[in-house]
């Protein structure tokens, strides 16, 4: 798939400190870069009321994507710890 990063994506990163989140992120990245859709990615569910926005689940980690499917474009919103801020903005 074809992965674009946004700005509020950018600026969630710099502010991480964990390096074990930092690797994670890695990891899912490359498997999101290798998969031919969403369905090839685990513990993937769809935001309610919105069609087009997902969360990936890893650990205490939330990545937030929005899946362009005519293209197969992912677009990578945020990437936060699950607190009950996470989804506000969705």
């Known amino acids: 798939m074809i992965l674009d990063y946004s700005k509020d994506f950018e600026k969630s990163i710099k502010k991480l400190k964990d390096k074990i989140a930092l690797n994670i992120l890695s990891k ?12 090839e990615i685990s513990n993937v569910e769809p935001i309610t009321n919105h069609p087009f926005i997902y969360r990936v689940r890893r650990g205490d980690f939330r990545l937030i994507v929005e899946y362009i499917n005519g293209d197969v474009r992912i ?16």
């Open 28 to 39: 899912l990245i490359e498997d999101l870069e290798k998969a031919q859709s969403l369905s």
């Open 75 to 90: 677009i990578l919103l945020e990437y936060l710890r699950r607190n009950e801020k996470t989804y506000r903005r969705f």
